[in-house]
């Protein structure tokens, strides 16, 4: 038996009756075999089980397989139309082990539409579940952002941005103690002549350079996008969250100031579209009373406008944060607590405390959090 019916509702005539099948379960997928090829899995053809769709965003789906008796996992990330195959140019280039793992790609037609089809080695879970769902001790937080560099670091020196890191496409496997990185689908090789599009990555990290609209931006935009995620691993809240962008820009100017001619110059920025004077007036430290002085110290070099000056993923691993005395947290927040952070006052903020109950990441009032 083999269907090649992904992400379709199939529907039988059998003498019980008219029955309809939603998408995945129990449907064979043929193509599954190059993977037993790969995998050395020869007498194994045919096997593996279609079990659910695991993301979808506008690029396509992804569905997750099983095995059923060796319970080996893949994803197979299905693109709405062939074209779309930027992402595999760019992944197949990558081999690190804090990047997921291509294993094929493949194009078929459906509905005499080409589509493609790209194989990976499939995780338990993204960051921004793990966020949502757990509790973060300093030393999962930090063990994450680790990953998170190191593979960051891979992509930049091998002249490859990823334009578009946040939770959503970093892929963890929790018993492993493994973070890699996702979601190809905005990467790009760069070179310092070349000019890019400003409309990549999502909305609350971008970095200004993007928002501002320069074509001249380089891998620094990543390193803004991961400041945005530690400080969501640590507050659990999406810090640069706004659906209005000028509000976004209002944000930065009222933590960080105004950026000066020669950081507008350094973002490649000649128009901005925007109002970019304001006074510095409230403190993010004093918002995130919890951190200590190391975490501080990393986010204050990544908060950056100057793309020059703005730290790189290689110094950030060298950086006192990750020597063995360095932390996220001053000592008196490790424990089991509610990290969302609450104002006091006008500008200032700070952690709710409310103690946790078994593996919850917020107290009961804190619950609903909005990212
Ligand atoms: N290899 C994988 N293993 C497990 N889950 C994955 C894998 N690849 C993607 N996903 C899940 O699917 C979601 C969407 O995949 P992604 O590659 O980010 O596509 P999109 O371009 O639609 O954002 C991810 O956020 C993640 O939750
Ligand atoms: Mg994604
Ligand atoms: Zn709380």
């Not at 760019?90 to 094929?104: F, S, Y």
Request: net charge positive; glycine share 6%.
């Amino acid at each position: 038996m083999c269907f090649q019916i992904l992400g379709y509702t199939l529907r039988l005539n059998s003498n019980l009756g008219r029955i309809n099948i939603e998408c995945c379960s129990l449907i064979y997928f043929g193509r599954i075999n190059l993977i037993n090829n790969i995998m050395g899995k020869m007498e194994e053809e045919n096997q593996y089980l279609c079990k659910r769709i695991i993301g979808s965003g506008s690029y396509g789906k992804v569905y997750l397989y099983e095995h059923p008796s060796t319970k080996d996992r893949y994803a197979v990330k299905q693109y709405v139309e062939e074209s779309n195959k930027r992402e595999y140019g760019i992944i197949k280039q990558l081999n690190h082990p804090n990047i997921v793992k291509m294993l094929d790609y493949d194009v078929v037609v459906r509905d005499d539409k080409r589509v493609g089809r790209l194989s990976l080695e499939y995780l338990p879970m993204n960051l921004k579940q793990y966020i949502r769902n757990k509790y973060m001790s300093d030393r999962c937080i930090k063990n994450i952002l680790y990953q998170l560099l190191l593979g960051t670091e891979y992509m930049h020196s091998n002249n490859i941005c990823h334009r578009d890191l946040k939770p959503d496409n970093v892929l963890l496997d929790e018993k492993a103690k493994i973070a890699k990185i996702c979601d190809f689908s905005l990467s790009k090789k760069m070179s310092k002549s070349a000019t890019h599009i400003h409309g990549v990555g999502t909305n609350s990290y971008r970095a200004p350079e993007l928002v501002f609209k320069s074509t001249k931006y380089n891998y620094a935009i990543d390193m803004w996008a991961i400041g945005c995620i530690i400080i969501g691993m640590i507050t659990k809240r999406t810090i640069f969250y706004y659906k209005d962008e000028r509000f976004k820009v209002k944000a930065w100017l009222s933590y960080f100031g105004a950026p000066t001619a020669a950081d507008l110059e350094s973002m490649g920025i000649k128009t901005t579209g925007y109002v970019i004077e304001g006074e510095k007036d409230k403190d993010l430290f004093e918002e995130l009373t919890c951190l200590s002085a190391e975490c501080k110290d990393m986010l204050k070099r990544i908060f950056v406008y100057d793309i020059e000056k703005r730290i790189t993923a290689k110094e950030c691993l060298s950086h006192a944060l990750f020597k063995p005395e360095g932390k996220i947290y001053d000592q008196i927040y490790q424990k089991n607590i509610c990290m969302t952070v609450v104002r006091v006052g006008k500008n200032k903020g700070q952690v709710c405390g409310n103690r946790l109950k078994g593996n919850d990441a917020f107290c009961k009032r804190h619950n609903k959090v909005k990212s």
